[in-house]
């Protein structure tokens, strides 16, 4: 019975590594159909890693939570089947996927420079602006995340940045993103910070929310100089070829 037990929990964690490498299996054809494999396989990669970085950070907090699964043209994501005990926790599952990915997008910059690699330079590119776009501060975002260790009300700051990434560049994900967004506006629009579940939830010390404020501010501002720097480098190479 005992071995039965232990059969049965294997095939089902198994099951559930099937589903995610299936899930970004798919997610690499879909990108490969459109961008070729390459691009496609370090975009993944990306993801990945990024997705491992809030996986790792929940695991050490002791959270149960599932692998990441993907959709390709929308993104991945893991599941908390464990709601964080309190914002500071919720903060730092979500700056680890961004942090994670930004050291992944650095290291392949590096790697670009070094071969002289336009792909490489590309997919750094990719890295970094995924990264920068994940740190809107508006949830579901992985901004959003964070910045509620100081209010959700901050969320509100989230908005005209997603507005005016639309009028810039117009995009059914965009509109996907704005409607998940909405539940959580109106939470924080009838956040009372006085409430003694919110007073528990959010009631951190103000050298924790600087900490994390400090951080969030210092990775947007080095993803933006390096989206920037990268841009114009690969302007450079189209111009060149």
């Not at 370090?42 to 149960?64: P, S, T």
Request: aromatic share 12%; glycine share 8%.
């Amino acid at each position: 019975m005992i071995k039965l037990l232990v059969l049965a929990l294997s095939g089902l964690k198994f099951g559930k590594l099937l589903a995610s490498g299936g899930s970004m299996l798919l997610s690499l054809l879909g990108y490969t159909l459109i961008f070729g494999w390459r691009y496609a396989l370090g975009f993944v990669c990306m993801l990945l890693i990024h997705e491992y970085g809030h996986y790792w950070a929940a695991r050490n907090r002791q959270l149960d939570v599932g692998l990441p699964t993907f959709i390709p043209f929308v993104g991945a994501w893991i599941e908390m089947k464990d709601k964080p005990l309190d914002a500071e926790t919720e903060a730092y599952v979500g700056l680890a996927g961004p942090l994670a990915g930004s050291i992944a997008a650095l290291a392949c910059y590096f790697a670009a420079r070094q071969l002289d690699s336009s792909l490489l330079l590309a997919i750094s590119y990719s890295g970094f602006f995924l990264n920068l776009f994940n740190l809107i501060p508006l949830s579901p975002f992985d901004g959003g995340r964070i910045t509620a260790v100081l209010s959700p009300r901050i969320w509100f700051a989230g908005v005209p940045v997603l507005i005016a990434l639309f009028v810039y560049h117009p995009s059914p994900m965009l509109i996907l993103v704005a409607i998940l967004a909405l539940p959580q506006l109106r939470l924080a629009w009838n956040y009372d910070p006085s409430h003694p579940d919110n007073a528990r939830y959010y009631g951190v010390p103000l050298s924790t929310k600087l900490n994390y404020s400090t951080c969030y501010l210092a990775l947007i501002a080095f993803l933006a100089m390096m989206v920037l720097g990268v841009h114009d480098m690969l302007g450079a190479v189209r111009v060149m070829h």
